[in-house]
């Protein structure tokens, strides 16, 4: 199964120490995490779960591999700036924004459109949308792997 985790390439202390527990539980259930591979949340779930065993899938923004933060296993350089957010967005099935600004927002609106659920853990808040609120990384965790569980849930991105 893979879990997008999503969020600031730049963010404080308390942020990074959520984004490790979710990054932590991720791997302790045996899900591979997709992010945008660079620093801030994406490194710190990654570092999180390379240390319990996990694996870890960076889409970058550039054209280099080796852009990609040290806990990424498999860097995909894609050359194509922010627009790299969709493949993020929809390479899995369950996603998990931490706090984040607007290219967090945008991964969030391209998952939601391509029937990805989103779990927000501090992050955006949008009305009448289908953005399913968590109260820390645990609940981000249990209610992410649920909905990737469920019967109908996209085929897309499972590792199996």
Known sequence: ???AVIGNAEC???VALQAEEVGRLLAKNGATI???GLGGVME????????????????LPGTNPGEANPYVDLPIATGMGQARNVIVAISAQAVIAISGGYGTLSE???ALKHGVPVVGLGSWQLPGEHLILAKDAEDAVAKALDLAKKPGARSRGRLE
């Open 108 to 110: 969030i609106g391209l």
């Open 34 to 36: 997709i992010c945008g």
């Open 44 to 59: 710190a779930a990654c570092r999180a779960a390379k240390e319990n065993g996990g694996l870890t899938i960076g889409v």
């Open 1 to 3: 199964m893979i879990i």
């Open 12 to 14: 404080p202390p308390d």
